[in-house]
């Protein structure tokens, strides 16, 4: 069943899948400024009405929240949005909270309205549990038009608040640009409950630094962070309100069987929920190929890899055994919250040449045309074995993960153990626009579509609150430029419809990596690099144009 979001008054059941309105779906090119003009592109999508001036189009209709959306009751006030044309007349917003109980009546000339804190709180207090209904009508207009002159969305505060802040990295697009312009990247954290702009606790870095993982007490942060021209450099550290990052910080992926002679980067490393121990794909090549679309500026995935662990107290490397196959692809590595269990995605070795632990079009010739147009697909699927200390054990396949015909990644355990949440799309992983957020019992079972997906706009870097009530998401629903949007989730594993958490990624920027922390790191107000570190390192290889 398909419903088409943003048009104010459809109510979407169980099961809908979330489908964009056809003005979203444009595509965007990108010149010389690619930053601003994807921004312009955004906000033109976003704000401008649309349909207007179609017979058949509606006057006005509410664009945030959506109908049915489910509100934490720790949220800051959030913003209002409707699009209209006010024909030289007014906006009359009103609230009731429940429905049938009138709490507020507003008027105002632009269309949008955000509540005070203490509105908020009125509006939290008769919406909690039970149904509310946002209003706004058109008033004091100047000659007749047609088209409807009100529209509505009920909405519900949830019991369970969020508690904790989300730390994220928001970049240019396309990524290529990105790469040229690291200086412009920031990372930041967010709480929610606070009605002031997140805060840049790092910016202004020259050298490569992408993933990142706390471990469950928030004590630990680990990062990946080029060093002295080491790809596999990865910082781990201990979070402090100023989170300090020297050499003495660093370790590297390649220390492990570094008599090899193989480089590697460490990918998509993942930090033990006790802060122990750090888990990589290393020994691993990389395909890479930078595209100018900014829906999916970049191909980036591993081609071969294995899974390592690095005990932090005997500062030793060990295999995991059951992942360390050399003719598989291991990556994804994701801890149950006892640290018990690893669940990572597989799949077979692609049969392509090694090349600095890259492959370009550079090195392969025609190998990309066949992966963007689908005529060659790389399958993951999800499977999961003991850590025991990072011995590992025998290798399961996660029923309904995996030998599905599609590709399973990003595992993300709920805090409780009870569910998994991972990415589905057709092929390979990252930056997939058919990316769709699945939920099963973390032993295996029926996969669920969550309902929060928005279609063919790429639904991924998700990550569940502490307290497991809520998942926040990363996906391309309003534009190129990725915003983050929060679900509830229920006991049952049951989504709610999810709202944009708006005003945390800048207008001329992608949010990515968003990751729910411990209420402690919402203390975190730098991240302080050395310069040794933030000046080291050549720039990731390039394909050639």
Request: net charge neutral.
């Amino acid at each position: 069943m398909h419903r088409t979001v943003d048009r104010g008054t459809a109510d979407v059941q169980p099961g809908t899948r979330l489908v964009l309105d056809s003005a979203l779906e444009k595509r965007h090119v990108i010149a010389k400024r690619p930053q601003l003009l994807v921004a312009a592109a955004l906000l033109a999508l976003v704000f401008v009405p649309m349909g207007l001036g179609a017979p058949d189009g509606p006057l006005l209709a509410i664009t945030r929240p959506m109908e049915g959306t489910l509100f934490p009751r720790d949220l800051a006030p959030p913003m209002f949005r409707w699009r209209g044309d006010s024909r030289g007349g007014r906006w009359r917003v009103a609230v009731e909270a429940p429905v049938g109980h009138p709490l507020l009546d507003h008027e105002c000339t632009t269309t949008s309205w955000r509540p005070t804190a203490e509105e908020w709180m009125r509006i939290v207090n008769g919406a909690v549990g039970r149904i509310g209904r946002f209003r706004v009508r058109l008033v004091g207009t100047h000659g007749q038009g047609g088209g409807e002159t009100e529209a509505a969305v009920s909405f519900s505060v949830s019991s369970d608040p969020v508690g904790a802040p989300i730390f994220y990295r928001e970049v240019p697009l396309p990524v290529g640009y990105a790469m040229d312009h690291k200086p412009l990247i920031r990372w930041k954290v967010a709480d929610l409950s606070s009605g002031d702009q997140p805060r840049v606790v790092l910016s202004g870095m020259t050298t490569c630094a992408n993933c990142h993982s706390f471990s469950a007490d928030g004590r630990t942060l680990g990062m990946d962070l080029d060093f002295a021209s080491d790809k596999g450099a990865y910082a781990i550290a201990p979070v402090s309100e100023v989170t300090r990052i020297t050499s003495a910080e660093m370790m590297s992926w390649n220390d492990y069987r570094r008599e090899d002679g193989e480089s590697t980067f460490g990918l998509l490393t993942t930090i033990s929920p006790d802060g122990r121990y750090a888990v990589s794909t290393t020994k691993e090549t990389i395909f890479l190929k930078f595209l100018p679309d900014p829906d999916c500026s970049q191909l980036f995935f591993p081609i071969r890899g294995i899974l390592v662990a690095y005990d932090r107290l005997s500062r030793a490397f060990r295999p995991v055994k059951g992942a360390d196959r050399r003719e598989l692809i291991q990556t994804n590595p994701a801890f149950s919250p006892d640290g018990r269990w690893l669940v990572f995605a597989r799949a077979p070795v692609l049969d392509l040449p090694r090349s600095a632990g890259v492959v370009t079009p550079d090195t392969v010739e025609n190998v990309t045309p066949s992966l963007v147009e689908g005529t060659r697909r790389v399958c993951f699927d999800l499977f999961r074995l003991p850590f025991s200390e990072g011995s590992g054990g025998d290798p399961l396949p996660i029923l309904g993960a995996s030998s599905n015909g599609r590709s399973n990644f990003f595992p993300r355990f709920s805090p409780d153990g009870r569910w998994i949440v991972y990415c589905q799309a057709s092929s390979m992983m990252l930056n997939r626009l058919d990316s769709a957020l699945y939920i099963i019992p973390a032993a295996g079972g029926a996969a669920r579509r969550l309902r929060s997906n928005f279609d063919d706009r790429m639904n991924s870097w998700h990550s569940f609150s502490p307290n497991g009530k809520w998942l926040v998401f990363a996906s391309k629903a309003t534009g190129p430029l990725t915003q983050f949007w929060l679900t509830h989730i229920d006991p049952d594993g049951s989504d709610s419809v999810p709202f944009m958490l708006e005003g945390l990624v800048d207008e001329d920027r992608a949010g990515n990596l968003p990751e729910f922390a411990d209420p402690s790191v919402g203390r975190l107000k730098e991240i302080s690099v050395s310069s040794v570190i933030k000046f080291s390192g050549p720039p990731l290889p390039r394909p050639a144009k």
